[in-house]
């Protein structure tokens, strides 16, 4: 799972970006978890994240917090 207090936002943004693109999804999920605790409004991160949750209604959550 992805913990780092050290971290900021970019920095784990690229880490999910990268998990995902090696499809490691729990990996990245989590990373885009830890960007959306503290920017809950990362467009970025919600394109992201649609792309880690297994089903439609999950995917269009995420499209929904986009366009919000």
Known sequence: MFKN???N???ALNFAINAIDHD???RGSAALE???QREPE???AWLWMACTVPDENA???CYIQIRS
Do not use: F, P
Request: proline share 0%; net charge negative; hydrophobic share 35%.
């Open 9 to 11: 936002v970019e920095e």
């Open 42 to 44: 990362n467009q970025i």
């Open 34 to 36: 830890w960007v959306l």
């Open 59 to 61: 995917k269009r959550g």
């Open 24 to 26: 490691d999804m729990e």
């Open 5 to 7: 207090d050290t971290t």
